[in-house]
């Protein structure tokens, strides 16, 4: 890669000792920036959590008992806190070590030479070299520049590119969409545009996460149901009885620990953290947590193809002459890709190709921009060179155009050097800027080779549904040869995207139906990615260059590639710092897992939480002592609910992610909910008629209605399970055969008072787990009839106001 090259400033460049004096005085650009949280935050943020506040004092109302055996269930402050902890402090390793490998240096100027340093390194007066691709770390004013073009999209929402002379105030944030400058510092750290817009956008502000929000939304509900439920428990189970007050405690416990839904939010913080670590291994870098999310209901993907699609490096396999001389077409050559601060792939290719030939003396020059698709150089004896995309610079019929658009549909890369006697106008002239009287002199003939992994990644998402575009800046032609070499349905019949018109009503519908576009600027990809969205799809778009940010930073899901430019790197959500289209299939795969996921352990825990809160309201309302102890519930907890959903938040999960997270929950566990609090109390009721009221009979009563419970507490974690694999089956058999371990040895009547030896404590238990699990199926008939009625009303208050 070229140099950026240093140049002659009005001052000094600083020295070690005026750079030592800038940052004593605070003059650097050091801003607390953190990938994650740091340990004490972690630790803090595990351990004192509103659920063990609740349990702790819970565990303490139960020392004062002095019954040790009914705090098991203060384990699980402890288990909470170190397994949530350890996940954490895990995924924080990954993404410290692979966010200090995807950083970008800066590059300045100083009285010992240029260097590369850390951008929290910089200081106030610094001479920082940019180039294309390049985003501007600090404020500061053009001291020099060659054909140097500022996107200021990200700051300020002006899409078109700002040409930026020796003198022009640059803003941090902004960045280089062609061209290189050299320019002091004004203002760096905490004074610097972009860390003051990012401090009145509040600096702790999290990405929106339609997860998160549907938690919340789950625990206020069940705030909600809580404290009513709880004042009658704690009135029933204290004052409305003439009980021994240990009893009435202990029942007061087992009411309150199984409505405290502890493990939602532990496992889906476990689910998430091991997602990071999982992409991690892969080399991908996740830069914020809700992308994990946004990747499950991922149902297109646009990709770039120069470097996502094709490897990075391009060579050049021939420079065919058409007219002039040899020596004079690497002159001009050599000097357009001289004068790039850094050259893309092509004109990387183009240099190592001239090699060290000497370049035409040159007086003035345009950088590339994926904008015009060319870049061109002025030479001092009046000649004006242009390099660029044969379909913009010759008119269709032009003999070296119709050569050029056949190597293009063979997959080739092909640019066209003219030449022309008129003066260069510049970049900010009126039109593009090219000069009149193009001539072709030769073509520039690049190999660009598809990545081995792209066919199979290409393969894997259209088995999954979902869509691919190749969106590329590249000839139509070329496009399409390389997305049907790749698999992509339909991808020969690539589209010229100078043929559309984002503002047509048609445009929506040009990009939903077709698969390949070539001839795209970039403000047409961002057009693209939010034509998709508004037809409710859920868009992932992939690049690395300096032509993909807009698109990268408007999409669901921005995933960069590690190679790629800085400013892509910086606006994307995901960085793929192997550079591998392979990796990409994985990392939806992981958000797909990750959120299923977390939708099937919901469902688990929502359901003990609305058993517990029915069950306790009906003992509070017929005034009846509740049937279990807190060992019973701690039990019931471990066997049904914690162990399983640890291993089922880890499970493979394929499904694509759908809205309605929420409904679909509570569609689920309400109905469980509902046939336990009915079996456990039906069997509860049931056993008093049968051996007695008396507190002596309580063991038989908390039998029957414990048996009756972990009936339907098994089928709905039978139903969560599925589809079922031989882990899962071998998993929930290994429950089951742990609760029977317990209960049928022993340690049932020995330490958990649960006794089922009496065939009557059996019939009535198995009986009432029977008629439950037949509530559940009755209760969630009822549930979606109820929802269909809801449903069909709306459409038809819908179809009134259209009509």
């Not at 077709?514 to 690049?543: C, E, I, N, W």
Request: hydrophobic content about 50%.
């Amino acid at each position: 890669m070229t140099e950026i090259r240093p140049v002659e400033t009005d001052r000094a460049p600083l020295t070690a000792a005026e750079v030592a004096e800038r940052v004593e005085r605070g003059e650097s650009n050091a801003i607390e920036s953190r990938t994650s949280r740091s340990l004490g935050e972690i630790f803090r943020s595990n351990a004192f959590t509103r659920v063990n506040a609740i349990y702790a004092v819970l565990f303490l109302l139960i020392l004062g008992t002095g019954s040790l055996i009914d705090g098991l269930f203060g384990l699980l402050i402890v288990v909470n806190s170190v397994i949530g902890m350890v996940q954490e402090v895990r995924a924080k390793r990954t993404l410290d070590r692979l966010a200090l490998l995807s950083k970008a240096p800066a590059r300045v100027q100083r009285a010992e030479g240029v260097a590369e340093i850390d951008v929290e390194q910089l200081v106030l007066d610094d001479v920082v070299l940019v180039a294309a691709g390049d985003q501007i770390p600090v404020d500061g004013v053009v001291l020099d520049a060659i054909g140097f073009e500022v996107d200021e999209s990200l700051l300020t929402g002006e899409s078109e590119p700002v040409l930026a002379d020796a003198g022009y105030e640059l803003k941090s944030g902004s960045f280089v969409a062609a061209g290189s400058a050299a320019f002091r510092a004004t203002a760096v750290g905490e004074h610097a545009y972009a860390a003051q817009l990012a401090k009145e956008a509040s600096q702790f502000r999290k990405p929106p996460s339609q997860l998160r929000a549907g938690i919340d939304t789950i625990l206020k509900y069940v705030t909600w149901a809580l404290i009513p439920v709880g004042v009658l428990t704690i009135v029933n189970q204290i004052w409305g009885r003439s009980e021994d007050w240990r009893n009435a405690v202990r029942g007061l416990v087992a009411a309150l620990v199984p409505m405290v839904p502890e493990g939602l939010v532990l496992m889906t913080s476990v689910a998430m953290a091991l997602g990071v670590v999982r992409l991690g291994r892969r080399n991908c870098l996740v830069q914020d947590l809700p992308a994990i999310e946004e990747l499950a209901r991922v149902d297109v993907v646009c990709t770039d193809k120069t470097g996502t699609l094709t490897e990075d490096g391009m060579r050049v396999s021939s420079v065919d002459l058409l007219t002039g001389d040899d020596h004079d077409v690497e002159g001009a050559l050599a000097a357009i890709g001289r004068a790039e601060g850094r050259p893309n792939s092509s004109m990387a290719a183009i240099l190592e190709h001239v090699g060290d030939a000497p370049a035409l003396p040159v007086r003035t020059s345009i950088a590339f921009s994926s904008r015009r698709k060319w870049a061109a150089a002025e030479t001092r004896d009046g000649a004006t060179w242009v390099l660029g995309a044969p379909d913009v610079l010759l008119v269709e019929g032009d003999t070296a155009r119709t050569r050029a658009d056949a190597l293009a549909a063979e997959g080739l890369r092909v640019l066209v050097l003219t030449r022309s006697d008129a003066v260069l106008p510049g970049a900010d002239a009126p039109g593009d800027g090219r000069p009149d009287g193009l001539v072709a002199v030769a073509i520039v003939i690049l190999d660009q080779r598809l990545r081995t992994e792209a066919p199979g990644a290409i393969s894997y998402f259209a088995a999954q549904g979902v869509a691919i575009k190749v969106i590329s800046g590249d000839n139509a032609a070329s496009v399409g040869a390389i997305a049907a070499e790749a698999g992509v349905p339909d991808g020969r019949d690539a589209v010229d995207a100078r043929l559309l018109d984002p503002g047509s009503a048609h445009f929506g519908g040009q990009v939903r139906d077709r698969t390949a576009f070539g001839r795209v600027t970039p403000t047409q990809k961002r057009a693209m990615v939010h034509a998709l969205q508004s037809d409710g799809r859920v868009v992932a778009m992939t690049g690395d260059g300096v032509n993909d940010v807009l698109a990268l930073k408007d999409a669901d899901v921005g995933v960069a590639m590690g190679s790629g430019s800085p400013a892509a790197r910086a606006v994307s959500r995901i960085v793929l710092l192997d550079n591998s289209f392979a990796t990409l299939p994985h990392v939806v795969a992981e958000g797909r897992r990750v959120i299923g996921n977390i939708e099937r352990v919901a469902t688990l825990f929502l359901t003990k939480t609305l058993y517990s809160v029915l069950l306790a309201l009906l003992v509070a309302v017929t005034a009846v002592p509740f049937p279990f102890l807190p060992r019973h519930v701690t039990l019931i907890a471990w066997f049904t609910i914690g162990i399983p959903a640890f291993f089922l938040a880890l499970a493979p999960n394929t499904a694509r992610a759908q809205d309605g997270f929420v409904r679909r929950v509570l569609d689920a566990a309400v109905p469980g909910g509902i046939g336990a609090a009915v079996a456990s109390y039906g069997a509860y009721l049931t056993a008093r008629a049968v051996f007695g009221t008396a507190h002596a009979e309580r063991v038989p009563t908390s039998s029957a209605a414990f048996l009756a419970l972990i009936i339907v507490a098994f089928f709905v974690l039978v139903t969560v399970a599925r589809p079922y694999r031989l882990w899962k089956a071998l998993l929930v058999g290994a429950m089951i055969a742990g609760m029977l371990t317990v209960v049928l040895t022993p340690l049932g009547p020995g330490v958990f008072d649960i006794d089922l030896h009496d065939p009557r404590v059996t019939l009535i238990g198995c009986a009432s787990g029977a008629a439950g699990i037949g509530v559940r199926f009755l209760s969630r008939a009822v549930l979606r009839a109820v929802y269909g009625a809801v449903a069909r009303r709306r459409r038809r208050r819908a179809a009134a106001r259209q009509s």
